[in-house]
């Protein structure tokens, strides 16, 4: 059998731990969020959640389609919580960096500044919290980093975009299943720390985000309040 027909068969006839929510494509786009105050993380994710969720991420797309992206998924509870504390301890500094820091963004609106504070509180927290989640997944592009690639946008751009697009596929595969994520890069301030907990060979092997995986509390997450699409769209020019 054909490797295709091999992932073929296995997506319709495993039969998945949990049901998916009942969301549509637009739906599941629209209320994947940062999850940090809702992440349940007194309910353990079966294993072959995670395998799902690396399965559907896999069909993203990557250069020369080499596939260079890889998961790093932590569940030990020694090494999460040292990663934890490598977190607290990056989002400390960040915490200090006037307009960088989330809850130092003014947004000229009382509205979308009210929603800016609640999503600094939720950032602190996860802030305290990042060990405490039953499992962090760390995504890595294989086989060069960015700053090897001499300030070249193609060579940087492809060393990301190897990885981006399937932690994305990840985390709505994830939301799909009733769980929660948050895309976090603070503690890439102290990447080598969070290689040497794991073991990740730091010149050729690149971590690009950190995030939390776990069930929420409830699954009704609303669409954020996003600036109309014509603001940002540029129609024949810049
Ligand atoms: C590049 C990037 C870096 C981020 N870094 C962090 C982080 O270090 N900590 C954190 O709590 N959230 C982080 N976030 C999550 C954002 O705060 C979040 O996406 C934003 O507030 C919008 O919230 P929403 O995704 O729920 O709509 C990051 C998101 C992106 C895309």
């Given at each position: 059998m054909s490797r295709r027909s091999v992932f073929h068969t296995w997506i319709l006839a495993s039969v998945s731990p949990v049901a998916l929510l009942p969301l549509n494509p637009d739906e599941l786009l629209s209320t994947t969020r940062a999850v940090r105050k809702r992440l349940d993380f007194d309910k353990p994710v079966p294993d072959e959640l995670i395998r799902e969720c690396v399965s559907l991420a896999m069909q993203s797309p990557s250069g020369s389609n080499s596939m260079t992206m890889q998961f790093i998924i932590v569940k030990d509870e020694a090494k999460r919580k040292a990663i934890g504390a490598v977190y607290r301890e990056c989002f400390s500094q960040y915490q200090a960096m006037d307009g960088v820091y989330i809850r130092t963004i003014d947004k000229g609106d009382a509205v979308l500044n009210q929603q800016q504070q609640r999503s600094a509180d939720s950032a602190d927290y996860l802030g305290d919290?990042?060990?405490?989640?039953p499992v962090l997944v760390i995504p890595c592009n294989v086989g060069g980093r960015t700053e090897a690639a001499g300030g070249l946008g193609m060579m940087a751009s492809s060393v990301m975009a190897n990885i981006l697009p399937a932690m994305w596929s990840f985390m709505l595969a994830a939301r799909a299943r009733g769980m929660g994520t948050a895309w976090t890069t603070v503690h890439l301030m102290m990447e080598q720390q969070v290689a040497d907990i794991l073991g990740i060979p730091f010149d050729t092997v690149q971590q690009v985000c950190l995030s939390p995986l776990a069930f929420t509390k409830g699954t009704d997450f609303k669409a954020a309040i996003r600036p109309d699409a014509e603001t940002i769209i540029h129609w024949d020019k810049w």
């Open positions: 919290h990042m060990g405490d989640a």
